[in-house]
C-alpha cells in the first residue's frame, strides 16, 4: 500500500514503482545524535557541581573572588548559586534541548521516498521536499554507513536557508540494501529515457506527415479566358 503522504503529491495517471523509508535510527545518523547528548551532560555537570574545578578556574581567570569559585567545603550540589554557575548550566542545557529538538524533528519515521514512472519524491512530514524527473537524475552514489546506506544523487554543503532538513547527501537515506536500491533505480532511469526518446521520434515523424504538401507548379499558363477570345477574334 502507497504511504498515504506520497499519495497525495501524485498525478491523475501517475503510476508508483516504488516506496521506502529510513531504518529506524538511521536519520540523523547516530554520530550527530552526539552532540546534544554532550551539550546536555555538561550542562547538567555545570548543575551538580561536577565541573565546579571548571568554574573555578574560569573564575579566577575572569578575577572573580566568590567563595564558591574559591573551593568552598559544601558539598558541590549545595553551594551557591554563582552567576557564572547558573549562565553556564543555562547555556549548555538551552544548546543541547535546541539541537536534541532539531533532530527529533529529523527523525526517521517524518519521512518518505518514492520512485515513480516519471520523477523521484522525498516527502518531509507532509512536504514534498525534493521533485526531480527522472532524467534529471545525476548520476547515482551509495554511501555506507553500518547496517544502512545512503542513495544519493547531490552532495550539498549548504542550501538556500542552511544546511538542507536531510543533511548533506541529497537522495535515499537509511536504506538497509541501498546497492540493490540504486541498481534498480539507475534501470528505472534507463528506461524512462528510452521511453522519452522514443516518444520524441514519434512526435517528430507525426509532425511531418502533417505538415501540407506545397501544389505543384504547372509548367506553363496558359492565357486569360478573355484574352484567348480577343485573339481568336
Do not use: C
Amino acid at each position: 500500500m502507497t504511504d498515504p503522504r506520497i499519495t497525495r503529491h501524485l498525478e491523475p495517471d501517475e503510476h508508483v514503482l516504488w516506496v521506502g523509508h529510513p531504518a529506524p535510527g538511521s536519520v540523523p545518523p547516530r554520530k550527530e545524535l552526539a552532540l546534544p547528548v554532550v551539550f546536555l551532560a555538561t550542562g547538567l555537570g555545570f548543575a551538580t557541581g561536577t565541573f565546579f574545578p571548571v568554574l573555578a578556574w574560569i573564575g579566577g581567570m575572569l578575577g572573580l573572588s566568590d567563595p564558591a569559585l574559591a573551593g568552598d567545603p559544601t558539598p558541590p550540589a549545595l553551594q551557591g548559586w554563582t552567576s557564572l554557575r547558573i549562565l553556564m548550566t543555562l547555556a549548555f542545557l538551552a544548546i543541547g534541548l535546541l539541537t536534541a529538538r532539531h533532530h527529533w524533528n529529523r527523525r526517521a519515521s517524518r519521512w518518505a521516498y518514492a520512485v515513480t514512472d516519471r520523477r523521484v519524491m522525498v516527502v518531509f512530514g507532509d512536504r514534498l521536499l525534493r521533485n526531480l524527473s527522472l532524467d534529471l537524475v545525476p548520476d547515482l552514489r551509495v554511501r555506507h554507513r553500518g547496517r544502512v546506506g545512503d542513495v544519493y544523487w547531490r552532495r550539498s554543503a549548504q542550501d538556500s536557508g542552511g544546511t538542507p532538513p536531510e543533511g548533506h547527501y541529497i537522495g535515499f537515506l537509511g536504506q538497509r540494501d541501498a546497492d540493490a536500491l540504486a541498481e534498480r533505480l539507475r534501470g528505472w532511469i534507463h528506461q524512462y529515457k528510452a521511453r522519452q526518446s522514443t516518444q520524441a521520434e514519434v512526435s517528430a515523424r507525426e509532425f511531418l506527415k502533417a505538415e501540407p504538401e506545397e501544389p505543384n507548379e504547372p509548367k506553363g499558363r496558359s492565357a486569360p479566358e478573355g484574352r484567348r477570345q480577343i485573339l481568336n477574334d
